[in-house]
């Protein structure tokens, strides 16, 4: 069966999303943090080289030259001035740096620059720094503390549905199986139903009118010989009935129908087969019905083909947690030391393995060089819906 | 849609904050000399004999002397080299990068490095192990247990440096105050003095010649039992002494000639004295 690739085509489409999703998660509010911070710092330098630059106007204007070279009288306008210590920068109207008292400059400094005016004409230039670094390393830590957010969410985000998506595909893959096999089932009821009502009666009531002739004395080598085809055909029609839907198990119920399979496949292949079916078996589904007393036959037959074994074993039997236990045995080469070595997964064990598959079941080999395989099969004995 | 990166990147270059400034590189500055008068600055110590020299100089000086407000030993050099003054005055001996200036030094005297109180501080001197430990912190008392409030010059002030040389551990102690920031730090020998005067148990280092050019309000306490005065500079009994010298452009020197000529005259000489310098000998 073709498969379903629901969870292959889910991922594809919610990868990126996903990845999106994340990127967004990780990025937005620590990229807003740092924006409005960022923000804050050139306007708090920007704000205190203003202040600055009012503390130095009177400065300027009381001596328009000899305050460039007074450091420390600068540095005592701007302590009077009721700043915080900050990197500051200085230069006059010429472009030229001027010695100011200073705090050290931080390793990534932020400048808010202001310039001093007199009378329109530009005397200095003030810049402040504000510490970059700071900023940076805060921002970095709530940048990490989102990535870790946006990973944990974008796991969420992506695990969760597909796990869920690939639960279904999986819970679906096993309907349409089963649907499969019950539909096949079905048809072959239906041809086998058909083969027997229609042809099979068809042929019977030929072959009756054929004797009825031969009695009359219709030449009766002739009418021997079209009722010796006849016979044959009927047996051809009753074959292909039996091979596409084992009668013995509407006949008889499963039970019954291995056992009889049991004696007749071990008569036909000269293999003692034992057949132990428990008395009280619950009422099964028709699909797990067919699918065991299938099993046994595939089993069975592989036996005789492969194994080359004397004696074989089946057994079945309800056990706890409402589950069947189907076990089929023999005493043959095991899987490595037959012909199953060159195809140990091929189509009978893979047929037994789909068959199980599909009700939901398990299948476990055991195979000891020299001393047999033992298959051991469960099935529930209520079908989920 | 399409105005998402529009918005980012405006948000962006909103806060991408302002270009850095200019390297540190000191550039050559020229400044035209000013035709009407001789402009002297620098060391806050050396003012009060330079005013002093200047309203006495009268006909020997050609051109009025102006003497600027304090700009500190280094910013009369700088000042002086660019050409902003004609005279820079200088309270310590030139550093590294100011040898190199090329400036022409003509000495200026010496100067008193003193410990000055409040003038409701009852005693008279104090010892140096005494200013040691207030600086460090492991006393809060005068001599006579009255509380004493330490006040400090800034770091690179040249009368810490004569004041360390005569006090064995000041400057580690004093160091220790800057880290702890529990001590008032004054950036002018005029603001130390007006704090000097505000302050009651407050003492300070200041200058012998900043204190006698017009505070007699405050107290020059002796220093293990030696007191400051022309008299113990010149004989090399007062430990903390400080060299002052005028700094000039070679290329300006006939503008400042003969104030400078005036200032190592024999009145020169006693004006200096009378203001608490030790002359410098010609």
Same mark, same amino acid.
């Given at each position: ?132 670094? &700071? $900023? ?6 709530? /940048? ?5 957010? =946006?990973? *944990?969410? !974008? @796991?969420? #985000? ?89 009668? &013995? $198990? ?6 019954? /129908? ?5 004696? =007749?496949? *071990?008569? !036909? @292949?000269? #293999? ?114 | ?282």
């Amino acid at each position: 069966m073709t498969p379903l690739r629901l969870t292959s085509w889910f991922r594809a489409r919610m990868l990126p999303l996903v990845a999106a999703t994340a990127v967004v998660v990780a990025t937005a509010a620590p990229g807003a943090f740092y924006l409005r911070e960022r923000w804050d710092l050139v306007n708090g330098a920007r704000g205190h080289a203003g202040r600055i630059g009012e503390a130095l106007r009177g400065e300027i204007d009381g001596r328009p030259t000899l305050w460039r070279y007074d450091s420390t009288k600068l540095a005592e306008r701007l302590a009077g001035s009721g700043l915080d210590r900050a990197a500051i920068r200085l230069v006059d109207a010429e472009g030229i740096p001027v010695a100011v008292e200073s705090a050290p400059l931080p390793a990534r400094p932020l400048w808010g620059r202001v310039e001093v005016l007199i009378d329109g004409r530009r005397e200095a230039t003030v810049w402040v720094a504000a510490d970059h670094g &700071a $900023l940076l390393v805060s921002a970095g830590e709530l /940048a990490a503390a989102f990535a870790l957010l =946006a990973l *944990g969410l !974008a @796991a969420v #985000l992506y695990l969760l549905p597909v796990r869920a998506i690939g639960r279904a595909e999986r819970r679906i893959g096993l309907l349409l199986g089963r649907l499969t096999l019950t539909l096949q089932e079905e048809d072959r009821r239906r041809i086998a139903r058909d083969l027997h009502d229609g042809a099979g009666q068809a042929i019977t009531a030929a072959r009756l009118e054929l004797l009825a002739l031969r009695a009359r004395g219709v030449d009766p080598e002739a009418a021997q010989r079209i009722a010796h085809l006849l016979d044959e055909a009927l047996e051809e029609v009753r074959r292909s009935t039996a091979a596409l839907v084992p009668p &013995a $198990l509407a006949e008889l119920g499963l039970a019954r /129908a291995l056992v009889r399979h049991c004696e =007749a496949f *071990g008569d !036909a @292949a000269g #293999l003692a087969v034992e057949c132990r079916v428990a008395e009280e078996l619950p009422s099964l589904p028709a699909e797990v019905e067919t699918a065991c007393y299938r099993i046994v036959q595939e089993a069975l037959a592989n036996t005789a083909r492969h194994a080359g074994a004397t004696r074989a074993w089946v057994r079945l039997a309800q056990v706890a947690g409402g589950r069947l236990r189907l076990e089929i045995g023999d005493d043959g080469g095991g899987i490595v030391g037959t012909s199953r070595r060159a195809d140990p997964g091929g189509q009978g064990i893979e047929g037994i393995r789909e068959r199980v598959r599909l009700l939901d079941g398990e299948v476990a080999l055991e195979s000891h060089e020299g001393s047999g395989l033992r298959i051991e099969i469960t099935l529930p004995i209520r079908l989920s819906q | 849609m399409v105005r998402a990166p529009f918005l980012l990147l405006l948000a962006l270059a909103a806060c991408s904050g302002d270009p850095p400034p200019p390297s540190e590189v000191p550039s050559a500055r020229e400044r035209a000399p000013d035709p009407r008068a001789v402009h002297v600055a620098g060391s806050g110590a050396m003012a009060p004999l330079a005013r002093a020299l200047a309203a006495a100089c009268g006909a020997a000086c050609p051109l009025p002397v102006v003497v600027e407000e304090s700009i500190g030993s280094g910013g009369g050099v700088r000042a002086a080299a660019d050409g902003a003054v004609d005279v820079g005055m200088i309270s310590r001996p030139l550093g590294e990068a100011e040898r190199r200036l090329d400036l022409m030094l003509v000495p200026g005297g010496m100067d008193a490095v003193v410990i000055a109180a409040n003038a409701e501080v009852r005693v008279d001197g104090i010892a140096g192990t005494a200013l040691r430990d207030l600086h460090a912190g492991l006393r809060r008392t005068l001599g006579d247990g009255s509380p004493a409030t330490v006040l400090l010059r800034d770091r690179g002030e040249s009368a810490n440096g004569a004041l360390d040389r005569a006090v064995p551990g000041l400057g580690a102690a004093r160091d220790l105050a800057y880290a702890r920031g529990r001590m008032r730090v004054l950036y002018h020998d005029r603001s130390m003095v007006e704090a000097l005067v505000a302050t009651p148990g407050a003492i300070g280092v200041t200058s012998l010649g900043a204190l006698t050019a017009g505070h007699p309000a405050l107290k020059v306490l002796a220093l293990d039992g030696l007191r400051p005065s022309v008299a113990t500079l010149a004989d090399g009994t007062w430990p903390a002494a400080r060299p002052l010298a005028w700094v000039l452009r070679r290329d300006r020197a006939g503008r400042a000639r003969p104030f400078l000529d005036f200032a190592a005259s024999p009145e020169g000489a006693r004006i200096a004295r009378r203001c608490g310098y030790l002359p410098a000998v010609r």
